[in-house]
């Protein structure tokens, strides 16, 4: 349902765009122009199918690679400099060697981008080349050709499990029905099947196809990205048109299955198809540490400018001292000497060049580095991997992996994210009978321990002998294997048979085998003997309803059949069968026609319930387990080798709807096939009906419902089928009925409704309408008006379908479990001790999300949940004000964890949740409540947001992030979180069972909402640790660095003069210390795994930005001045008076700067590992090593520096390396006391979990428990119970676990709040204490709401 | 790295170009399990220190027990280095050279002498260096530091010819390249300096000075060589260019002795290393020892006799002669025996403190890891 949703989202999205309606494509066969030329060619004006997505070509290369690449800022920077050095009044440095550091990193970036272009071009020309069938005149039939010579224009035919090669509009397909399957696999990810049908009246009777003829001409709209969206025209000779539309469209990359061959006439071809203009390049997001790295960086330019600054006054007053013309200021070449202030005004850009690497630009390169390994470490983590779908997790986005470490709120979607999105039929109430289908619980039960507490109390289910249980636990576990026995072939039949990329989909047995109730089964049994006589009577009386009611699950959806051993070859044979016979004329199948089958599935029905009547009576057999798994053997061998019926397969655009047909299977209710104008079942009996399907009204959003209109193959009579949530179909059904009865059924129905919903289940009504044969055409001719129109097509259809879904007949409804992820309460727990908040946007209804998010430990069961639903916009406001005032003090913590305290206080008492209704969201957005909701969502343990919209979803998350200033992450699986997977800072897709919109919008994509915790909380603390603290320690590098040369301005009269040889100098930068940063930023461990996992809160430094503050750029800043200072004046003290050089002085200063920069990252790594050795070791050795080469066979090179044998001296020289020692140990010092006082006294929880990361594994999960109780003594209640209290304490437990469970209504005329809290008789002073404030939140607020009317108290 | 990026790419932009590839490129054999790998499982072994002052106590001790003797070494090492300084710019009225220095420039043609004495305390026993000092005298100078042609010093006869731009306005002179050219070249330190002992009796004895091996080996043998190689004919050699403006004798003409004229004349080659601070002194000669029974330099008078021609006025210069013995560790400077005294001593007190924070806090941390 889901994605039926989306898909009607998605247009409205589209909808809103300017229509360029009067642009029009027109075109026609190519054939009558075959062999012409060109320039006579119809339709050359549109591109052809030859597809070239590569930006180069040979001769293109480097022109358009350089003028790529200096569209960013840092690579324009580097030329202006280098450009700058080539002036020679103000060049600092030979003006050649200032252009190595960007030539360098343009031709690696140049042949990074050659290499990727290349492989492009590989897969460009794989592409083009690959074989397709062309109709020919000449030849009179389909030729072979590549892909590439497919014109728009020309007639494509493609066979069965082939791609397509262009978007082509079906007009031949070799099914009988006129339609064709393709799967849209590649575009959308979404597995199952679509039928596209052949435009309307080209349907030949006979099957075959024949390009020749025709000669219509078709007007389509122009190519566009929307996959949704296609229409057009064909103009045939006689003037008549004929409207198509996407149902007639075949895109291009999608497959062909089921259908032996298709063809068609190519509208767009090459890039101009829908796949070609959906094809994007990768997102390019900008993190929140990268913000902040930018602003920084403007820092650097502000201190750049400063410094420079200095540097040209300095020159400029060092200039003025003289009283003469010293012989050491040279003249220029014209023998002129500039005027002071002249000269100081060149310094400046002297100086600018000088101290160009104060401005990281190659930060911006070792990032990108960076996350490319960090990207690589995210997707090898064989804890993220999914082995069932082979899939790792996948990084969409490439550059905001550190984001995943700051993140303070989750919006996650529920279905298909918190829960698996496997429906599994439980429950039904058919005219207002409960069936409660206790076997298939049992069957479930081991799974569903997470809710089957909840179920106890709603359902007082009666308390099941432990040992039955025992029993089906096994059964399960039997059950389970041979699921993975069916994955396994499942697997192998995608290796071998190549036409499927994932498993069928819904076809595990937990959800195709449903349990029948045994009541119900009896009493559809019973009616099975009423058929005949249903046959006769042509007005639907009450028994029949069970007919309808499953023949209306089996009927109303649009679900593919296909067989399980073949999974997309169609059965074909009996579709023609059934299409032979199909015929209006015959109604009724012979019942004869398969009796032996039918007698057959009867009695598997009969084993079954045998077998069942066997497991309740015998609960003491000595060998259950066994049995039991026998049984299960037995019955997939059974299923293994029924006939084709047994064996089909189904394949559901949502899964509820497998989850219902599946469950009228069950029922004997089978859905044998599906085409679009017919739709056979087979009943109990063996009956096949074969109804003929008049229209179906699709899904959409609003409407919240779908309907099918059939002609009953026996009475004739026009019947709609609509299921619906119900809220949808209550409103429309017949309330002015002739009966009663039918208002009881009705208000029953909502009773069990209510219940399903509170149990966490789906529901969904089933209803019915009988329509007289003049209604109908009279609809019928609205319709097709509707349908034949262009412009607002989707309206008038929408309209029309409303139109026919009244005045309904309510046949009952159903719960469908969607059963918890793994793991996903203890994810939830952990991502909320890691001090993120986490609310769950869903389309559901209010009692299923809340029971859900009980279930997932989103609310406690002590926690006091307020439930915002009302329409008015004042009583809001006042709502808020006061719930907010009531919830504040107490909450004080969660504020200081906001304003970023490092730990929360102990709370006392307990926490709030809030439910707010999509209604009331849109009351708030509307009335400008934004500040006050989010105030009160901020004291608010969880949110909860129910039935709301796409479009809601994705702005709750922009008013939390906007307004809120926080990093946030949305997670989802189906296209209806697209908007909210946009909007959010991360975006994570769960490649589930909904298709691959959510992936494809995505920056992560993930398989389970589990590996949500690892990402976070281990490769989120990770990546952004590691890169923030690679950021400061790169500012922090270049200032020091950078630092030196200008410290020594003040000793050459400000003249920009170097003391290190500028090719050393570049290398400093290039090479020996650019890598031990990357390593560092890419592999450093701070903390391990383990402990991340088991300490959450861990997270919350990541969260403040603990790494990487406007404070720590500063300290830093201070520490590189610091450490500049020292690592300039210790040698300058040591040499200075006496007879060294420029360039010798310099040496032991690039030295020591060397050494400090790398002890210093040496201080800030916490794991060594072999490679950390190796870099760090390397780059030290590569430092003497070129040093040494490049001052012994430089003898005259590299003028003025020359660094002829200069660094032997130094070596020769004891002085030298006492300098490099003390120099280093002062630099570092207090830098390294600080770390040392920061691990002794171990403030941090940081420095904390290192210590226990190097205890063994069972003395630090000891410590993580110890740590816990600690830190939130409110999360381990029992820590807090003193021996004294203990008698009263279990009395305490005891209320505790029988969950006596209050719920106060106070309903306002047009408002509705509600307190719902877990009301614990205790003992104990902080409950005490709480239970007073709750009497005080009470008497405020009726005393504020003076629009109470009456106070409804009620309670269970 | 760059491979793994490359393939994230592929994905997404070449989603539906490879998945079109169809068959083919679809589903393959390969697992896409990640390898378990300690590796890529981020589980390499590690050392993880951390830093407390416990594990690091050791350290401060050891540094300070290093540092402090280290540090007295070098100190006593530098006070026994005797040095001798003698100021002779002239500044005062009262200075033996102040006619001198007023009157000189670069121009005048007539050598200026004058005459400094001054007395030694103590006598100097080892080899005594003899350097003249000049302060503020900016030789690193950017422009200054770049106003010279290696290649030509290297004896290249090309840029003998034709000199570097660099040279300019120091590279040709009436049309004729100039050999040295440069501005460092230009202003070579052209004081003669000639040392005299006083004898008791008054009998002035020169000293002699040893101008040979004052100049880095190197330099001397590799880097500067006169052009025309083996041929000791300087002047034919250097035939065709012209001395730089300050100079008053041509290149060639700088020592009799072959060995040390033109390019490779030691004085020539010392002033080319330019220093790197604007006080700087520059070997000038070496008195060496001449046998083990007297001093190199007994104490009493000397006299310096100077022959002024390098005036450092315009920029409020000052020249001095420095007498210095050394040792392995240079010149005279107790700087770096202080610093590493003060940072042994500092680095003791830290551990210290740190021992006492040791025991007040490392044992709480410790008792509180270990449960009990």
Redesign the interface.
């Known amino acids: 349902m889901g994605s039926l949703e989306v898909w009607s989202l998605i247009k409205q999205g589209w909808r809103r765009k300017p229509e360029q309606e009067d642009k029009v494509r027109r075109l026609i066969s190519n054939l009558p122009y075959e062999d012409l030329r060109r320039k006579y060619q119809p339709n050359r004006q549109y591109a052809n199918n030859s ?1 070239k ?1 590569t930006k180069y070509t040979v001769w293109s290369f480097i022109p358009m690679n350089l003028f790529e690449q200096f569209h960013r800022f840092a690579n324009v920077y580097f030329v202006v400099i280098a450009m700058l050095n080539f002036v020679p009044i103000v060049n ?1 440095f030979e003006p050649g060697v200032a252009l190595i550091p960007i030539c360098v990193i343009l031709i690696l970036t140049a042949i ?1 981008d050659a ?2 272009d290349f ?2 071009y590989q ?2 020309k ?2 083009n080349n ?1 074989p397709c069938s062309i109709y020919s005149r000449k030849e009179k039939d389909f030729v072979s050709k590549c892909w590439k010579d497919v014109r728009v224009g020309d007639f494509v035919k493609v066979v069965c ?3 397509i090669p262009a978007d082509i509009l079906l007009l031949h397909s070799s099914d009988p029905n006129g339609v064709c399957h393709i799967e849209t ?3 959308d990810g979404e597995t199952n099947l679509k039928q596209r049908q052949i435009v309307r009246g080209f349907a030949a009777p006979d099957g075959s196809f024949q390009p020749e003829y025709f000669s219509s001409i078709i007007y389509c709209e122009k190519p566009s990205n929307n996959l949704n969206r296609f229409k057009g025209y064909l103009d045939k000779p006689d003037k008549k048109k004929i409207g198509f539309g996407k149902e007639n469209l075949l895109l ?2 999608c ?1 062909v299955r089921n259908t032996d061959e298709a063809a068609g006439i190519v509208v767009y071809a090459g890039h101009e198809t829908k ?2 203009l ?6 390019y997001k900008r993190s929140k540490l990268e913000r902040k790295v930018n602003t920084d960086v403007l820092f650097c330019v502000a201190l750049l400018f400063i410094m420079c600054l200095i540097g040209a006054l300095g020159y400029f007053i060092w200039l003025e ?15 002129n000497y500039i005027s002071p202030a002249l000269s100081g005004f060149y310094m400046f850009f ?1 100086m600018v060049i000088l101290l160009q690497v104060l401005i990281p630009i190659s930060l911006y390169v070792s990032i990108e ?1 960076i996350k ?2 960090q ?3 995210i ?4 804890d993220l ?1 999914d ?1 069932e779908t ?3 997790i ?3 986005a ?1 550059n905001i992996t550190e984001d995943l470490g700051q993140i303070k709120y989750i919006f996650s979607d529920k279905t298909g994210t918190l829960t698996e999105n496997k429906m599994v039929f439980r429950r039904c109430s058919v005219m207002g009978i409960e069936y409660c289908h206790r076997e298939n619980a049992l069957r479930l039960g081991a799974q569903c321990e997470t809710i089957s507490d909840d179920e106890d109390i709603v359902f007082q289910k009666p308390k099941v002998p432990s040992r039955l249980q025992y029993r089906q636990k096994k059964g399960i576990s039997s059950l389970r294997r041979s699921q993975s026995a069916r994955t396994h072939m499942g697997a192998r039949y ?2 071998e048979v ?1 036409t499927i ?1 994932n498993e069928v989909a819904f076809s595990s047995p937990l959800e195709t085998d449903v349990a029948p109730d045994r009541r119900l089964l009896r009493v559809t049994c019973d009616e099975k003997t009423q058929i005949q006589e249903w046959c006769r009577v042509s007005h639907c009386n009450g028994s029949a309803s069970f007919m309808d009611f499953f023949l209306a699950l089996a009927i109303c959806n649009t679900v593919v059949v296909s067989t399980a051993m073949l999974p997309r070859q169609r059965v074909s044979r009996l579709q023609s069968l059934l299409k032979r016979m199909g015929s209006l004329s015959h109604i009724v199948n012979s019942f004869q026609s398969i009796p032996e089958k039918s007698s057959k599935s009867r009695s598997s029905l009969k084993d079954v319930k045998e077998e069942e009547a066997e497991d309740y009576s015998d609960s003491g057999s000595n060998n259950p387990s066994r049995r039991n798994s026998s049984a299960s053997h037995h019955s997939e061998e059974e299923r293994g080798t029924v006939s084709d019926p047994n064996g089909l397969c189904y394949e559901a655009e949502s899964p509820d709807e497998a989850a219902l047909v599946y469950a009228a299977k069950a029922y004997g209710f089978t859905l044998l096939a599906r085409a679009p104008d017919r739709v056979t079942v087979r009943l109990p009996q063996g009956a096949v009906l074969s109804f003929e399907v008049l229209d179906t009204l699709a899904f959409d959003s609003t409407r919240k419902r779908m309907s099918v209109v059939v002609r009953h193959p026996i009475t004739r009579e026009v019947v709609i089928y609509t299921k619906g949530a119900d809220s949808a179909i209550m409103e429309l059904l017949d309330c002015h009925g002739r009966s009663n009865k039918r208002k009881k059924i009705a208000s029953k129905t909502q009773r069990h409704l209510d219940l399903y919903a509170s149990a966490g289940l789906r529901t969904l009504c089933i209803a019915k309408k009988v329509l007289s044969e003049q209604a109908y055409d009279d609809w019928a001719s609205i319709r097709q008006e509707a349908e034949s129109t262009i412009d607002n097509r989707e309206e008038l259809l929408m309209e029309t379908a409303v139109h026919l879904e009244t005045n309904l007949t309510l046949l009952g409804a159903t719960g469908i479990e969607d059963r918890l992820q793994d793991d996903v309460p203890a994810t939830i727990a952990a991502l909320r001790e890691a001090g993120i908040q986490v609310w769950v946007l869903t389309g559901d209804k209010n009692e299923t999300a809340v029971n859900i998010a009980y279930s997932c430990r989103l609310f406690n069961q002590g926690d006091m949940v307020f439930t915002l639903n009302t329409d008015s916009r004042s009583i809001l406001d006042c709502t808020l004000g006061e719930v907010r005032r009531y919830t504040a003090p107490s909450q004080s913590w969660s504020f200081q964890s906001i304003v970023g305290a490092v730990m929360p206080t102990e709370s006392t008492g307990p926490t709030f949740g809030l439910v707010i209704e999509g209604r009331t969201l849109s009351m708030v957005f509307e009335a400008h409540l934004q500040m006050k909701l989010l105030e009160l969502a901020r004291h608010c343990r969880s949110v909860l947001c129910c039935r709301v919209t796409p479009l809601q979803k994705s702005a709750v998350v922009k008013l939390v992030r906007n307004k809120l200033k926080v990093m946030t992450l949305s997670i989802g699986d189906g296209a209806n979180d697209v908007n909210m997977i946009q909007t959010a800072d991360i975006g994570i897709g769960i490649s589930g069972q909904e298709g691959m919109q959510a992936v ?1 919008a995505s920056d992560f994509a993930i398989t389970h909402f589990k590996h949500l915790k690892k990402l976070l909380l281990v490769h989120g603390h ?1 990546c952004y640790s590691r890169l923030a603290k690679m950021v400061i320690y790169f500012f922090y590098k270049n200032v020091m660095y950078v630092n030196l040369l200008f410290w020594y301005q003040f ?3 400000f ?3 170097a ?1 290190i040889d500028y090719w050393l100098m570049i290398f400093f930068n290039l090479f020996f210390t650019s890598t031990p940063p990357i390593m560092f930023g890419i ?1 450093d ?1 701070d903390i391990s ?1 383990e402990t991340l996992l088991g300490l959450p809160e861990l997270y919350k430094t990541g969260q403040n930005s603990e790494f990487y503050k406007r404070a720590t750029f500063w300290i830093v800043m201070l520490d590189a001045f610091y450490q500049s200072l020292v690592c300039f004046f ?1 040698p ?11 360039f ?3 040496t032991p200063m690039n030295t020591v700067s060397l050494f400090t920069i790398l002890l210093h990252l040496a ?1 800030e790594i ?7 050795w190796g870099f760090m070791v390397g780059s030290v050795l590569l430092y003497f090593i070129v040093a040494l080469i490049f001052s012994a066979i430089c ?2 090179c590299n ?2 520096s ?1 660094p ?2 200069i660094m032997e ?1 130094q070596m020769a ?3 030298f390396y ?2 490099c020692i ?1 120099t280093t ?2 630099a570092l ?1 207090p830098r ?2 600080i ?8 403030l941090s929880p940081l ?1 904390q979990a ?6 063994s594994t069972e ?1 630090r999960d ?2 993580i428990k ?1 740590w816990k109780s600690q830190r939130s003594p409110s999360e381990v209640p029992t820590n807090l119970v003193s021996p004294v209290d203990s008698f009263s304490n279990s009395f305490e437990q005891s209320f505790y676990n029988s969950s006596l469970e209050r719920e106060i209504r106070i309903s306002f005329p047009s408002c509705s709040l509600s307190f719902r809290l877990q009301f614990l008789f205790c003992t104990n002073i902080q409950y005490r204490s709480e239970s007073t404030s709750f009497m005080k939140l009470f008497a405020l607020c009726i005393s504020s709401l003076k629009y109470c009317s009456f106070l409804d108290f009620t309670s269970y | 790295m760059m491979a793994s990026s490359y393939n994230a790419k592929e994905e997404d932009g070449h989603h539906s170009v490879s998945a079109a590839s169809g068959p083919s490129a679809g589903p393959s054999a390969k697992s896409k399990k990640p390898d378990n790998t300690a590796f890529k499982q981020q589980r390499l072994p590690a050392w993880q220190p951390i830093l407390t002052a416990g594990t690091v106590l050791p350290a401060f001790f050891i540094i300070g027990l290093i540092f402090i003797p280290i540090g007295i070494g070098l100190f006593v090492t530098s006070n026994n280095i005797r040095e001798f300084e003698v100021d002779y710019t002239g500044v005062d009225a009262s200075s033996p050279c102040f006619t001198c220095s007023q009157t000189y420039s670069w121009n005048s043609s007539i050598p200026c002498k004058c005459a400094v004495s001054f007395s030694l305390e103590q006598p100097f026993e080892s080899n005594v260096f003899m350097y003249y000092g000049l302060s503020n005298f900016y030789q690193n100078h950017r422009r200054y530091v770049k106003s010279r042609d290696d290649s030509q010093l290297n004896g290249d006869k090309a840029s003998l010819r034709n000199p570097s731009k660099e040279c300019e306005p120091y590279r040709s002179h009436d049309n004729k390249p100039i050999a040295p050219c440069g501005a460092i070249a230009n202003s070579l330190f052209n004081d003669t300096l000639e040392l005299f002992y006083i004898d008791p009796n008054g009998t002035r004895t020169q000293i002699p000075l040893v101008k040979k091996g004052i100049a880095w080996w190197t330099d001397k043998h590799v880097k500067f060589r006169n052009p025309g190689g083996n041929n000791f004919n300087l002047t034919v050699v250097f035939q065709g260019t012209t001395k730089p403006v300050n100079w008053r004798k041509y290149v060639y003409e700088l020592d009799t002795d072959p060995e040390n004229n033109g390019f490779v004349n030691e004085d020539f080659i010392v002033w080319m290393r330019t220093a790197a601070l604007p006080t700087f002194r520059k070997l000038y000669r070496i008195i060496q020892k001449k046998s083990n029974m007297t001093p190199t330099l007994p104490r009493g008078n000397y006299t310096l006799d100077v022959t002024y021609n390098y005036p450092v006025r315009s920029f409020e210069g000052r020249k001095r002669m420095i007498l210095s013995t050394i040792s392995w560790m240079g010149g005279k400077n107790p700087f770096l025996g202080i610093a590493y005294i003060t940072v042994g001593s500092v680095c003791f007190f830290l551990g210290v403190v740190l021992l006492i924070i040791h025991h007040k806090y490392g044992n709480r941390n410790n008792s509180a890891d270990i449960p009990n």
């Open positions: 597809i997505t600092a990074k290499w990727e492989r492009r897969a460009d794989q592409l690959m499990n082939e791609v696999a590649n575009l291009r990359g497959t796949a070609m959906n094809n994007k390049g990768p997102r001292t003289f009283p003469d013309i010293p012989p050491f200021v040279p003249p220029d070449s014209n023998n002297t580095l490319v390994g990207i690589f470490f997707t090898n983590d064989i991997y082995e082979d899939s790792r996948q990084c969409r490439l995608q290796s190549f990329t494809m990770w000793y050459c009269g003249s920009g003069t003391m592999m461990r795994a210790i300058y003290w040591t040499y200075q008076g006496s007879d060294i050089d420029i010798t002085f310099g201080i916490k794991s060594w590992t072999a490679i950390h003898i005259n003028p003025p020359n002829y044998w001296n020289d004891p002085v006492l300098v003390i140990v002062v010092l390294y006391i770390r040392v006082l920061q691990g002794t006294l171990a420095v290192r210590k226990l990361d190097r205890l003395a000891q410590q110890n």
